[in-house]
């Protein structure tokens, strides 16, 4: 009962169909992006408070950005009775699979509290390690601050002792907290200058 | 350097079949014999390897600017089945001996979970220079593309061979056929597994 | 063949897993545990049936010669739509699963009933035989998620019976092949018994 495949009626169908289906999806998309920003919204808030001390602020909404060599980061700032307690900070490098997503958390005097993992694509078993569930790996760093313990792997001559067999994750993982206590630096240097106004 | 390690991983570590799954029903279909299990390799090998290259550029230069990522899926099946419909179509000028000898095997590449499955990795790991997503690494994701159909071929071959030989083998009645073979592929897999940490 | 024929077939004469033999790629990449397994399933049935009733109805349209690339635009748009909810409103279970999902569009089951069954069927039986093929497919994948929980670690649905590791290799890529070779045997001899 198919109508006849002439080119004029196969076009117009398959034509029809996409723009239905597109139609459609556009819809879907406008619907759920609310949804979608507040699932994000919610993930951030548990990675920022697994990672900084008790605060009684919205990390969220004092959100504000440190530009370190032309990149944008994300800073949270914790806060308890108007005062900073720490900073959950949002960093980035480049792993053995793509980019490893973290959120460090630092305390008010520089010292690493703790670190959670937002995304990454590394390989399950090895790499993957980097997650606290799966490995001590991330723990190491709690409590430690940077000044005295070296964020480079035990190969490169830091403190840090990599995942076995995944040294480019391990690597990726350091450069991503480094370039977050440069943030850390950097925030505490522009906080002593200008005037931080919330709410 | 890193292409090095992009080809170690994706053929040996990371093998698109054995140890992600992907591309497992002409495994299981097609691998009964060496010289089909080459054959469906070169034409998934060319389909992969242009497929991804076009989804690549599409992704960044197309839905990405405006701002319509979520019409992905839509967008890389169909690109990915007009380009096995091209394929067929040019297979069957040039070569008309390799067409009748892939057969049902040519159309079927295009549900064959590996070739999309690769196009959607190659945007996710975000080949880029220095993690900076403006700056896309394009020799890099083919390179990607090719050696993971290289392992998915490598995969095959192994098999088909494995395969030729249980036919001669004294297997007991409930195993014969689909379980050995699987219980087998599993074996494969496991001696993968001895790659990791190669990287 | 009766309405209710319709759903039970699609789980043990034409389980899609143990008998159709299709479906492989997720049935071993997301059976990690069984709430996978079972997320897995349902959010495949969900396209089923929806695919499965759309084609239905619009395949006295399609001319022969683009019925293919229909379907595939078709059931493209319902993955997305089932990428979008899960993103929305299961968003632990969308990582999980990951690649998983966006390939459920090359996923062998759905195209091929598309192609094998609703377009020569009518809108309510398409449904049915989605609902059906869904179960089966649904009740392969728990199952195995199960089985290779409860060797690779030694849980069920997230419950912990011993206090460490079960036998890793299960979670890990070659246990997913041995596991479902073996519950393929004990299928088949299942199924044969139920025949006598």
Do not use: W
């Not at chain 3, 966006?102 to 009518?122: D, H, Q, T, Y």
Request: one cysteine or more; proline letters at 4%; aromatic letters at 8%.
């Amino acid at each position: 009962m198919a109508k006849e495949s002439s080119m004029k009626n196969m076009l117009i169908t398959l034509g029809g169909v996409t723009l239905i289906a597109s139609a459609l999806l556009g819809c879907v998309y406008a619907l759920t992006k609310g949804p979608i920003d507040a699932a994000m919204i919610a993930k951030t808030n548990s990675a920022i408070s697994s990672v900084v001390p008790d605060f009684d602020n919205d990390p969220s909404s004092d959100l504000f950005k440190i530009d370190l060599q032309g990149k944008d980061f994300k800073v949270y700032p914790a806060k308890k009775g108007g005062e900073i307690v720490g900073y959950a900070i949002e960093s980035y490098a480049s792993g053995f699979g793509g980019r490893i997503s973290i959120m460090v958390g630092f305390d008010a005097k520089g010292s690493i509290t703790n670190i959670s993992v937002l995304s990454h694509t590394e390989t399950p078993g090895l790499g993957d390690k980097i997650e606290p569930s799966k490995s001590s790996f991330s723990a190491q760093f709690a409590g430690k601050s940077p000044e005295d313990f070296k964020i480079l792997v035990k190969k490169d001559g830091g403190d840090v002792d990599a995942i076995t067999a995944s040294t480019i994750t391990s690597r990726a993982y350091c450069e991503a907290v480094s370039t977050a206590y440069e943030v850390f630096k950097k925030c505490k240097e522009e906080s002593s200058k200008k005037e931080v106004t919330n709410e | 350097m890193e292409y090095i390690i992009i080809i170690i991983s994706a053929v040996f570590v990371n093998n698109i079949l054995l140890s992600q799954f992907l591309g497992v029903c002409p495994f299981l279909g097609v691998s009964n014999k060496v010289g089909t299990a080459a054959g469906m390799s070169g034409a998934v090998t060319f389909v992969m390897a242009v497929a991804t290259l076009v989804t690549y550029l599409l992704q960044y230069y197309v839905l990405v600017p405006l701002g319509i990522e979520f019409m992905q899926t839509v967008t890389f099946i169909v690109i990915i089945a007009s380009l096995v419909q091209m394929v067929e179509i040019i297979l069957k000028k040039i070569s008309p001996a390799l067409y009748q000898a892939l057969g049902i095997f040519l159309p079927l590449i295009t549900t064959n979970c590996a070739v999309l499955g690769v196009a959607i990795l190659v945007v996710s790991k975000e080949f880029t220079f220095g993690g900076d997503p403006a700056m896309l690494n394009m020799p890099q994701a083919v390179v990607f593309a090719i050696a993971n159909a290289l392992g998915f071929g490598l995969a095959m071959i192994l098999f088909a061979g494995l395969r030729e030989q249980l036919e001669l083998a004294n297997v007991p009645k409930e195993f014969k056929g689909t379980p050995i073979a699987l219980i087998t592929a599993g074996i494969l897999a496991l001696s993968f597994m001895g790659f990791a940490g190669l990287v | 063949m009766s309405k209710l024929n319709l759903i039970t077939k699609g789980i043990i004469k034409d389980n899609p897993i143990f008998v159709l033999l299709l479906g492989m790629c997720p049935t071993l990449g997301t059976t990690t545990s069984a709430i996978n397994g079972l997320g897995m399933g349902l959010a495949t049935t969900f396209v089923l049936i929806l695919s499965n009733m759309v084609i239905s109805s619009i395949s006295g349209l399609i001319p022969n010669k683009v019925r293919i690339p229909s379907y595939i635009v078709v059931i493209a748009a319902f993955v997305t739509i089932l990428q979008l909810l899960m993103q929305a409103y299961t968003p632990g279970l969308y990582e999980t699963l990951g690649l998983f999902i966006p390939l459920i569009v090359v996923n062998c089951i759905v195209l091929g009933r598309a192609e094998a069954f609703a377009s020569k069927n009518p809108v309510s039986d398409s449904a049915l035989d989605g609902i059906g093929i869904g179960l089966g497919f649904t009740l392969g994948l728990t199952i195995l998620g199960a089985v290779r929980e409860l060797l690779g670690s030694a849980s069920l649905f997230g419950i912990k019976f011993i206090n460490g590791d079960g036998m890793l290799v299960f979670i890990l890529a070659p246990g997913a092949f041995i596991a479902l070779g073996y519950l393929l045997v004990v299928f088949n001899k299942f199924k044969s018994k139920l025949s006598k």
